[in-house]
C-alpha cells in the first residue's frame, strides 16, 4: 500500500485547510480498516490528530475535537481531513497512516502552517 497526501500550506489562523490522502495498492491490499492523521511538529513526537474506520467510526484527538473532521470514500480508497479554525500551534507536518492487520503504512506527509 502506498500513500500519497495532499492539501498542506500556509494559513491564517481561523482559516480553513482540507487534506486529502489516497492509497493505491492492488486488488484486496486496498480493504484498510483504520485510516488516520497524525501531526509532527518540530522538536515533538508524532501525535494521533484523527481516525476513521472502515465503517466510519472517528475518533478524535482533545485538540481537534469541534474542529477538524475526519472522513473517507472507500471507493477512492481516501481519506479526509477538514481543519477549520486553525491555530499557530496546529502547525506541523501532517502524515496519513493506513493499519492493515499487523502491517502500518504512511504517506510522505504534507506541511501546514498557521501564521499571519
Known amino acids: 500500500v502506498q500513500l500519497q497526501a495532499s492539501g498542506g500550506g500556509l494559513v491564517e489562523p481561523g482559516g480553513s485547510l482540507a487534506l486529502s490522502c489516497t492509497a493505491s495498492g492492488s486488488g484486496n491490499t486496498l480493504r484498510i480498516p483504520t485510516m488516520g492523521w497524525y501531526r509532527q511538529a518540530p522538536g515533538e513526537e508524532r501525535e494521533l490528530v484523527a481516525s476513521?474506520?472502515?465503517?466510519?467510526?472517528?475518533g478524535y484527538a482533545d485538540s481537534a475535537k469541534g474542529r477538524f473532521t475526519i472522513t473517507r470514500d472507500n471507493a477512492k480508497h481516501a481519506v479526509y481531513l477538514q481543519m477549520n479554525r486553525l491555530r499557530p500551534d496546529d502547525t506541523a507536518v501532517y502524515y496519513c497512516?493506513?493499519?492493515?492487520?499487523?502491517?502500518?503504512?504512511w504517506g510522505q506527509g504534507t506541511q501546514v502552517t498557521v501564521s499571519s
Open positions: 497512516r493506513a493499519t492493515q492487520g499487523t502491517s502500518v503504512y
Open positions: 476513521i474506520s472502515l465503517y466510519g467510526s472517528t
